[in-house]
């Protein structure tokens, strides 16, 4: 198939922007094309090579790409540069040296698409020693055969700068209709592309098999699923009237979805956008080997960080230590992950999308072994406005950005690829910041694990209550201790522990050990937030709610020259929780 003949398709595809124009153009090309390079032409014309989540990226630098012009142009670097700096565009100033050579080098052999990507594929995946001589000795070759207009388009190609600007569904929309004789054909296309992030190989399969050969797509474990995607709403009634009065509510977890592929021994990890980040999550993959019972599966995971001692959530910010080239073993150890898996797509020969969520649900229970470190996302069924308010207070509190409420319905299938109202987001819309410290009493605490076994995991912190002399808790804080602090706390609390809770002190929360309320520790907070279970204003601004302050730490500041009873008092956190919406409304 000549090149020519691509390039003369991107001419006119350019020079439009009517949706309906360009899929006539695509039709026709498409038609056009050999069966067995249906699926390089369709990456072409996307300026790729591959699918997205195979990481092999066209994309030259811009100085590569003049070098090698200048070499099959004849002419020097420095006059392609200018040029360039000139028009604006480098694939303009390539087609303008093209044009200028002299007939005798003009044309020894056409291009072809096969040529032009074999030598793209050549180039991308070029590396070591002489990748960049390599890289441009395979340019120049092709530039020496390319017409102006092909060259034009093979360096915008080469250099990631191709831009047509055809959508994913436009190309349906024409396979479709090239192939199975109407766009009608188009969603069951499209859902093969969801199941498998490959347009070529939804090309390829439409072009051999027609429709037939797309309704046997199914997905395979190892190559990403378009993920399912959440409306949003901004209320617990709207929700819940929208999805049919009863669903499954679940923590919104703020970390990084992670959609997991189990083939025995190896994981592979994909991103939201299906980029393959295995290499981030070692330990991720160590925990999917021992924790999903089941030979092949793909689950849907939120990856949070966590302070690996007390077990709390860490804010989103954490994880982005894993986004480093080097020292991913060190994040590992100071950022560990905790999985909270939410979705079940494939487990053993068995294609669960177009499951409901509840037998997808049922079967993630069965297969995921649960530890510290791997469990099912908090979950509720409800069918109650208030109970959801509660659990999504709750969620904030907990370090979640709140809740997706999830349709159990017949028609809950997995979605893929699609934002529906299967799925509501419901999060709250303001971030805000919490700059006073506050001096609260430890009233309790709970037992720690892993490095602080035998010591405390969190202590129970309270604010006090002027006007009815008792200590209200706000939080559990584990974190901002170091190793000293930690190795001290038994000690420092011998004398206060006693064996109930103290009767002034007033919690929902049963701690492991419970203290006379004495000593006072500065801790700083991120925000304070309604809270369904700690007791601090409880009832004063919503009824059956009190306050908490969200992603407390520990800032080392231990107030022995205070007594409990001059801690932060209730009255000033109801405050302070005050000043910060009204801060937001200022802000807003
Ligand atoms: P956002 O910025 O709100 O996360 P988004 O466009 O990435 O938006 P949405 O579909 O709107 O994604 O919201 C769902 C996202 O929430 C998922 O992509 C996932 O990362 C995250 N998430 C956390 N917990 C859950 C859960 N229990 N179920 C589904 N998604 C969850």
Not at 175 to 180: E, G, M, R
Not at 181 to 191: A, H, N, T, V
Not at 366 to 374: A, L, N, P, Y
Not at 513 to 518: K, Q, R
């Amino acid at each position: 198939m000549d090149y020519s003949l691509l390039v003369e398709v991107y001419q006119r595809i350019d020079a439009t922007t009517k949706r309906l124009e360009i899929t006539d153009y695509l039709v026709d090309l498409f038609k056009r094309t050999p069966v067995n390079l249906i699926d390089k032409v369709v990456y072409l014309t996307q300026g790729k090579l591959y699918p997205d989540y195979m990481g092999i990226e066209l994309g030259i630098a811009e100085k590569l790409a003049i070098k090698a012009i200048a070499m099959a142009a004849g002419t020097s670097e420095s006059a392609v540069d200018k040029t360039v700096k000139e028009l604006g565009d480098i694939g303009e100033a390539a087609a303008k040296f093209m044009g200028k050579r002299s007939q005798a080098t003009l044309f020894q052999e056409s291009l072809t698409v096969e040529k032009v990507y074999d030598g793209l594929d050549r180039i991308a995946k070029a590396s070591g020693e002489g990748a960049q001589d390599l890289k441009i000795k395979i340019l120049s070759g092709l530039l020496a055969n390319a017409s102006p207009n092909e060259a034009k388009y093979l360096v915008r190609t080469v250099t990631g700068r191709l831009r047509l600007g055809v959508a994913d569904m436009t190309i349906l929309d024409a396979l479709a209709i090239a192939f199975c004789g109407s766009k009608d054909y188009r969603p069951i296309l499209e859902r093969a592309y969801n199941l498998s992030s490959d347009l070529g190989g939804v090309a390829k399969a439409v072009a051999e098999g027609g429709a037939e050969g797309v309704k046997g797509f199914h997905v395979v474990v190892g190559k990403p699923i378009r993920p399912m995607l959440a409306e949003r709403l901004t209320s617990a009634e709207e929700i819940l009237s929208k999805i049919g009065g009863k669903a499954i509510a679940e923590y919104k977890y703020d970390g990084e979805r992670l959609q997991i592929h189990k083939q025995a021994d190896q994981v592979t990890i994909f991103s939201r956008r299906l980029e393959n980040i295995t290499h981030h999550y070692p330990d991720v993959c160590e925990l999917a080997r021992k924790h999903i019972k089941a030979k092949e599966a793909i689950i849907e995971a939120e990856g949070v960080a966590i302070n690996p001692d007390s077990g709390e959530m860490l804010p989103f910010q954490e994880l982005m230590h894993r986004r480093r080239k080097y020292g991913i073993e060190e994040a590992m150890e100071q950022y560990p992950i905790a999985l909270f898996c939410f979705d079940l797509l494939y487990a053993d020969g068995k294609d669960y999308t177009l499951k409901t969520l509840p037998e997808r649900r049922g079967r993630l229970e069965k297969i995921i072994e649960k530890s510290d470190r791997v469990q099912l996302s908090q979950a509720i069924i409800t069918d109650s406005v208030e109970e959801l308010e509660k659990f999504f207070e709750k969620a904030i509190e907990d370090g979640c950005e709140g809740v997706v409420v999830k349709s159990m319905g017949s028609d809950s299938i997995y979605q893929a690829g699609a934002r529906g109202w299967l799925w509501i987001k419901y999060k709250r819309d303001y971030k805000s910041v919490l700059t006073d410290t506050v001096d609260l009493v430890a009233v309790g605490a709970f037992h720690g694990r892993g490095k602080r076994a035998g010591t405390y995991g969190a202590l129970l912190m309270a604010a006090y209550d002027k006007k009815e002399d008792v200590f209200r808790t706000v939080c559990k804080v584990g974190t901002g201790f170091t190793d000293e602090d930690l190795a001290k706390l038994p000690e420092l609390f011998k004398n206060y522990v006693i064996p109930h809770r103290h009767a002034r002190v007033e919690s929902q929360l049963e701690a492991d050990v419970w203290f006379v309320p004495a000593v006072v520790l500065e801790i700083v907070g991120a925000e304070i937030t309604l809270s369904p279970v700690h007791t601090c204003a409880m009832d004063r601004i919503r009824a059956g709610s009190g306050l908490a302050i969200r992603f407390p730490r520990f800032t080392g500041r231990y107030r022995t020259d205070k007594a409990p009873e001059d801690a932060t008092t209730v009255d000033e956190i109801v405050e302070m929780y005050f000043r910060q919406l009204k801060k937001i409304e200022a802000e807003a």
